[in-house]
Structures are given as C-alpha cells and as structure tokens.
C-alpha cells in the first residue's frame, strides 16, 4: 500500500499509520453514483429543455452528457489503475505536471469547490427535509448544520460506516427515481397540473448553427449534472485491489448514471411534454404528481433528500483525503497529515474541512463562492484527462512497454474529446458571467503565494533534517 508521509525521514521512527483497504465493488460503485447525482438531475433539466426548445434535442443533449461522461470515466478508471493511491486527482496533477497545480486542486477544494458544495448542498437537503416534515423554513439552516456534523462524525468513525451510510442513501434514492421512471413510462396520467399562468411554447431553434448554439449552451448544465466520478478516485487506497476495484466502479457507475439521467427525463417529456418541463421549477415533484398524486410529491421529496444527503456524505469522505495527501507531501497544516490508528481515517482533515464548510454556512457566503469558482471544477477535470498522456509516456518509458493496465478505449482521441468538452464548460461559464470567472481566478490566484510557503517550509524541514556533511 502507498503511504507517502512527509517528514518520516528515520528508517528507524513508527511507520506512519497507512488506509485501510475494507471497500469492494459495490461500494465503490455506490461512492461514483452518489457522488454524481446530488440534486442537478432534479433541476437542471427544465434549463435544458428551455435553451433547446425541442424533446429530441433535450434527449440528445443529455445523450452527448452521458458519452462526455463515459469517457471521462475510462480516463479516469485508467489514471486510477496506473496510480491506485489516496488523493486521486491531486496525486495525478503532481505527478505529471509538478505541486504547484496540484496544491491549487486541493486549495481550490479546500477553500470553496467541496467545502461550499458541502454547504450548498446541506441547504438544500435541509430546505427539502424541512418542507418534508412540515418545520419552519427558517429551521433549514439548523438542520443544514446538524446534517454536516452528523456525516463528518459518521467519516470519522471509519471509512466502512460512511461509506455504508452513502451506500444505503444511494440505493434509497435510486429506488426513487426507479419509481419515478417506471410510473411514468408505465402508468397512464391519473392527476392534472395546475394550469401553469405563464407557459409559453417554446421555439425551437431556426437553422442549423442556431441548433448548435443551443446545444452549446444546453450542454454547461448537462455536463455540471454529470460531474463528480472524478471524486472516487480519491479512496483508492481503501479499496480491495484498486488497481482493478477502481477501473470497475468508475465504468459501472457512470452506466448506471448515463442510463438513469436517460431515462428521467424521458419521464419528465412524457409526463410535462417538452412546454411543460422547460417550464416547471420542481419536474420530478410535477411528474410524480401526474401519475401518483400528491402520495407521489411526497415520495419523490423523500427522494431528494436522500440523494442530497447521500451526495453530502460522499463530498464529505473522499475530499478530505485530498487534503490528508496534500498534508502527507509537506504542503498544508502536518495535522491533517495523519491517520487515526484505529478507525484508519483522516480525522483532522475531516474536523478541518467540516469546520469551513459551516463558517461558510453560517457567513452565508458558499454560493456566492460556489458561482465563482464553478468553473475551475472543469478546469482541473480537462487538467486531469491531460496527465494521462504524461503519464502513459513516463510509465512506458520506466517500465520498457505498455503493461496490462486498465486502458481508456480510443486514447488519444477520446481523450481530447473530453478535454475539449472542459474547455468548453469552462469558456461557456466565462461568457455567461465573465465578473464570477474572474473573482474565481483571483482567488485560485490567491492559492500561489500560500503555496510558496508551505513549498519553502517543506524545503527548510528536508535540509533540516538531513544529517551534515562530513568532510
């Protein structure tokens, strides 16, 4: 197993405490599933269906989301075959492109990408239990920081139990949707809509380059909603043979994830029509009523909880091993470096990233940090496809040939594929607010200097603790 610790120079000194391999297939499959599907597929679609305007092009839109997302699931399967070690996409960006860009990851994540998330993310399954129990709605933000607490505890306590707890909030949530799909593709509507006061048809779009716009332009939340396998890679060392475990879960997942995003909004177009769904603020609540009334609303609200509350568990146990291998390199606080010699887990890196998650809870400020650095997830995605041509280079080179490993199917080109389709989420979030892009850059900007510390501290502590030169 790699266990790479900054600092444990003495071949003599305790070897430091290393992961636990105790996860198989199943939960390494339920961690790429949990954390891809949060509440995007929930929202997003009525957005598709208003830049689009027509079901086939809603459809092929979610279709093109899906082969992005596969691809990039062999890409990553693939990069995490050749290094199955804790910190996933930091450990691929320092290894073929230096510390720098990978210590800008994980300060990216620290500061706001998981941590907001983690805070946006409560709200929202705070918001929906709240309405689900009939609370106050200014008792969401307690709930929001009780649900933070009560994960990052659960992760603390061992990888197993928060794992188990992800596992059985994504079969809860898959079970939903399954229910959900099922009505809808089976049953005849029994209950009408409200007549909506200000649904306007859509128009589709007229001629060929105004069709690809839209589609560009549809394409920004289909890929966002797709986004988050790339966290499981995170775990590989506490997986049971990850060199294969890994590849395997990351494939089965996105399948799973491609086939469900399919088959939801084939529902919603059935149920809503095209009209319908670009106009509605809450679709899987409308198409569960249209087919199981008010008992199906409630249903499906039980639904998002558990898959926000699934997904919050997930960000909560795979980002925190990003910043313990940050640590265990010498670039961030030496605490969060270790592991708990008894529950095996990153219990300071754990506290640590809870503990921002609710100051930008309580500030109020995660989803205005959140805007401006949403981009920058789809930065280091096309950043990460990229250290596969590196390190498919390196490993040929050290090793006299390619060896048997998990290979992503139609590398290089596939690979560029996915490459270019960051770049576009990227540009595309630039132009739709260039001031966020902006103030997002600035603060990964801000990340430099704060490495050129810890760089330097880590540098000093090396000479230091090597012994003198004798003449």
């Given at each position: 197993?790699?266990?790479?610790?900054?600092?444990?120079?003495?071949?003599?000194?305790?070897?430091?405490?290393?992961?636990?391999?105790?996860?198989?297939?199943?939960?390494?499959?339920m961690?790429?599933?949990?954390?891809?599907?949060?509440?995007?597929?929930?929202?997003?679609?009525?957005?598709?269906?208003?830049?689009?305007?027509?079901?086939p092009?809603t459809?092929?839109?979610?279709?093109?989301?899906?082969?992005?997302?596969?691809?990039?699931?062999?890409?990553?399967?693939?990069?995490?075959?050749?290094?199955?070690?804790?910190?996933?996409?930091?450990?691929?960006?320092?290894?073929a492109?230096?510390?720098?860009?990978?210590f800008?990851?994980?300060?990216?994540?620290?500061?706001?990408?998981?941590?907001?998330?983690?805070?946006?993310?409560?709200?929202?399954?705070?918001?929906?239990?709240?309405?689900?129990l009939?609370?106050?709605?200014?008792?969401?933000r307690?709930?929001?920081?009780?649900?933070?607490?009560?994960?990052?505890?659960?992760?603390?306590?061992?990888?197993?139990?928060?794992?188990?707890?992800?596992?059985?909030?994504?079969?809860?949530?898959?079970?939903?949707?399954?229910?959900?799909?099922?009505?809808?593709?089976?049953?005849?509507?029994?209950?009408?809509?409200?007549?909506?006061?200000?649904?306007?048809?859509?128009?589709?779009?007229?001629?060929?380059?105004?069709?690809?716009?839209?589609?560009?332009?549809?394409?920004?939340?289909?890929?966002?909603s797709?986004?988050?396998?790339?966290?499981?890679?995170?775990?590989?060392?506490?997986?049971?043979?990850?060199?294969?475990?890994?590849?395997?879960?990351?494939?089965?997942?996105?399948?799973?994830v491609?086939?469900?995003?399919?088959?939801?909004?084939?529902?919603y177009?059935?149920?809503?029509?095209?009209?319908?769904?670009?106009?509605?603020?809450?679709?899987?609540?409308?198409?569960?009523?249209?087919?199981?009334?008010?008992?199906?609303?409630?249903?499906?609200?039980?639904?998002?909880?558990?898959?926000?509350?699934?997904?919050?568990?997930?960000?909560?146990?795979?980002?925190?091993?990003?910043?313990?291998a940050?640590?265990?390199?010498?670039?961030?606080?030496?605490?969060?470096?270790?592991?708990?010699?008894?529950?095996?887990?990153?219990?300071?890196?754990?506290?640590?990233?809870?503990?921002?998650?609710?100051?930008?809870?309580?500030?109020?400020?995660?989803g205005?940090?959140?805007?401006?650095?949403?981009?920058?997830?789809?930065?280091?995605?096309?950043?990460?496809?990229?250290?596969l041509?590196?390190?498919?280079?390196?490993?040929?080179?050290?090793?006299?040939?390619?060896?048997?490993?998990?290979?992503?199917?139609?590398?290089?080109?596939?690979?560029?594929?996915?490459?270019?389709?960051?770049?576009?989420?990227?540009?595309?979030?630039?132009?739709?607010?260039?001031?966020?892009?902006?103030?997002?850059?600035?603060?990964l900007?801000?990340?430099?200097?704060?490495?050129?510390?810890?760089?330097?501290?880590?540098?000093?502590?090396r000479?230091?603790?090597?012994?003198?030169?004798?003449?």
């Amino acid at each position: 197993m790699y266990t790479h610790h900054f600092g444990a120079m003495d071949i003599h000194a305790p070897q430091p405490v290393g992961y636990a391999a105790r996860l198989g297939l199943f939960s390494g499959t339920m961690l790429v599933v949990g954390g891809i599907i949060g509440s995007g597929i929930f929202l997003s679609p009525s957005v598709v269906a208003q830049r689009v305007g027509t079901a086939p092009l809603t459809l092929a839109a979610w279709g093109i989301g899906a082969v992005v997302a596969i691809i990039g699931g062999f890409v990553y399967a693939e990069l995490g075959a050749r290094r199955p070690q804790a910190g996933g996409t930091y450990v691929y960006l320092r290894e073929a492109f230096g510390t720098l860009p990978a210590f800008l990851y994980g300060w990216a994540l620290f500061l706001i990408m998981a941590t907001g998330a983690i805070a946006a993310v409560a709200m929202t399954g705070a918001s929906y239990l709240a309405t689900l129990l009939g609370m106050a709605p200014e008792s969401a933000r307690a709930i929001a920081i009780t649900l933070i607490v009560i994960l990052t505890l659960l992760n603390v306590l061992g990888v197993n139990i928060g794992a188990t707890t992800g596992n059985v909030l994504t079969v809860l949530k898959l079970s939903a949707i399954a229910i959900l799909v099922v009505a809808a593709l089976i049953m005849a509507p029994a209950h009408a809509l409200p007549a909506a006061t200000a649904v306007t048809p859509l128009v589709p779009p007229p001629g060929g380059t105004a069709t690809v716009v839209a589609m560009g332009a549809a394409l920004v939340p289909v890929l966002f909603s797709f986004g988050g396998w790339q966290q499981t890679n995170a775990v590989a060392e506490e997986l049971r043979d990850p060199a294969r475990t890994l590849p395997r879960a990351l494939i089965l997942g996105v399948l799973i994830v491609a086939a469900t995003y399919l088959l939801v909004n084939l529902a919603y177009l059935r149920a809503l029509g095209v009209d319908g769904l670009a106009a509605s603020s809450a679709p899987a609540a409308d198409t569960m009523f249209v087919y199981l009334g008010p008992a199906g609303r409630t249903l499906i609200t039980c639904g998002i909880v558990a898959s926000t509350i699934g997904f919050l568990g997930m960000v909560i146990l795979m980002s925190a091993r990003v910043y313990q291998a940050m640590a265990a390199d010498g670039l961030f606080f030496q605490s969060m470096a270790a592991l708990h010699p008894t529950t095996r887990t990153p219990v300071v890196a754990l506290v640590a990233q809870g503990a921002v998650a609710l100051a930008l809870l309580l500030t109020g400020t995660y989803g205005q940090l959140l805007d401006y650095v949403v981009f920058a997830d789809w930065i280091f995605f096309g950043a990460t496809a990229a250290t596969l041509f590196v390190l498919r280079a390196r490993d040929a080179q050290r090793h006299g040939g390619e060896s048997s490993l998990t290979k992503a199917p139609g590398h290089p080109f596939t690979t560029l594929i996915f490459i270019a389709a960051a770049m576009y989420v990227v540009v595309g979030s630039i132009i739709s607010n260039p001031g966020n892009a902006a103030r997002g850059a600035a603060l990964l900007v801000l990340g430099v200097p704060v490495y050129l510390y810890w760089n330097a501290r880590r540098t000093a502590l090396r000479n230091a603790s090597r012994p003198p030169a004798t003449s």
